[in-house]
């Protein structure tokens, strides 16, 4: 064997090694290795390997939340490739390219190198990789909430699965296609496809994997309110992950099953599962667990009353969401300071964050969070005299005109109560009332919801009015 043979193995196998500890999320150790895997690969002129990692570094990098620097290594991958011709390569640096251009809002651009990439990949009949760009473009799909389109790809992206027999992708695929089912209301279809993710994962011990369909799966039943399930996949995600040292799905498990006990009112419990994240996020240096984590912190302060507390895990937030440019979901956080503010009667405060919430928030692909900025808009507007209530009021009918969803209904009749009732026309307002609470009990909203928290405040300014308690009861599946 050759001395050129025996370089490249050893650089291989330090790629591998590299590629490992990224995989497992230990990201400083991974850019060290990368690191010199690179300056190894220039001195002996091993392009091949020169290009591959500094694809790998780039990822690293943008999981750092580095994106000029991943930007920089990409294109130095993307241009090596295409001088050496390595269509493979090429087609896998526009795949990575196209998560740091979605990560910047760069929609159109990250479609153009995954469609290019895809291209590729058929072209050389590589199906695992055709299955990985079409489960990417799934994804952007699903996050613009195209949820049909997304499905759909999702479903090809797992024929490709089966016909390549590659496990790994499809419980993965099985995963991410539940994600959109249920997003689209399917909730059943959602949990069979997680069924399969996690029978499929757990047949070929894919201890990741398991972990994931379980994380996915307690997210599932917390949806239909079967907390004592979720708890169980929640706690059989994070202890796989903990044990196989999957420091990305600890973060996912601990999320979860601290939204799990938050949901049962168990803040105690949920606060020290969810502040195990602060270190991992440290360790990590993942920006986006430490955007999790301290988002869900703001909602335990926020429910057990902690207010000030809940301001500066929601202040955390924000300022890393926005290091990342999620700016959307920094804007939702934003709406969230706004709702602290207004239940501790800084109207003015809040009033200046849902505007600042509503100039940000992506209108399109968060229709949720828009109607519901809305609706505060005009419910803390009209408490002040403020005439551009009205303006607001309009846009909210509007919107929830094109949408009947239990939750946009919600949004329209929780401002239209306040409006009554500042008008005093409280015949009026214990009808709403009384159709806010049908709703309630029609979708089984638990106490421990935000939207409970305006139906109790509701509670208040009614009761302020005069209105007497037995007017006034609670939702019936609120009763212990």
Known sequence: MSTESNNSQSLDALYQSAHKLWINDNLGAARDQFQTLIARARIEENSMELARALNDLASVELSSGESNRAFELYHESLNLARIIGQPRQIAATLCNMSNL???????????EALLEALTIF????????????????????????????????????????????????????LSDYAQAVIG?????????????????????????????????????FIQLQQFDRAEQHALDALAIARSTDLP??????????????????????????????????????????????????????????????????????????????LDSYAASVV??????????????????????????????????????????LVIVLRDVLDPSANQYLTELQQKVGLNQAFQYQLSLLFSETFWVLSDHQFEAAIENF??????????????????????????????NAGIE???????????K
Do not use: C
């Open 101 to 111: 251009y979605r990560g910047q809002g760069y929609a159109s651009e990250a479609e």
């Open 122 to 173: 058929r072209s050389i009949d590589l199906k695992p990789g055709a299955s990985v760009v079409l489960g990417n473009l799934a994804g952007m799909a699903i996050e613009r909430t195209d949820l049909v389109k997304g499905s759909q790809m999702m479903l090809e992206a797992i024929e490709l699965d089966r016909e390549t027999g590659d496990a790994r992708m499809l419980s993965s695929h």
């Open 184 to 220: 689209m209301g399917n909730i059943n279809v959602g949990i069979t496809a997680l069924q399969e993710s996690l029978n499929v994962a757990n047949s070929h011990q894919l201890k990741k994997e398991t972990a994931y369909a379980n994380a996915r799966l307690a997210d599932a």
């Open 248 to 325: 990305s799905i600890t973060g996912t498990a601990i999320i979860t099953l601290g939204q799990v006990y938050r949901n049962l009112g168990r803040l105690d419990e949920a606060r020290l599962i969810v502040e195990e994240g602060i270190d991992l996020y440290r360790k990590t240096e993942s920006i986006r667990t430490k955007v999790n984590v301290h988002h869900l912190l703001g909602d335990i302060e926020f429910f057990a009353g902690n207010y000030s507390a809940a301001i500066n895990h929601y202040f955390i937030t924000r300022e890393a969401a926005e290091s990342i440019h």
């Open 335 to 376: 709406f969230k300071m706004g709702m602290v503010h207004e239940l501790t009667s800084e109207k003015i405060e809040a009033i200046g964050h849902y505007r600042d919430a509503l100039i940000n928030i992506d209108n399109d692909n968060d229709t949720y969070t828009h109607i519901n900025l809305l609706s505060r």
């Open 434 to 463: 009384r159709k806010i609470v049908a709703l309630f009990e029609a979708n089984n909203i638990n106490p421990h919801q935000f939207r409970s928290l305006e139906l109790k405040h509701l509670i208040e300014q009614l009761q």
């Open 469 to 479: 308690q037995d007017l006034l009861p609670l939702p019936s599946n609120w009763k």
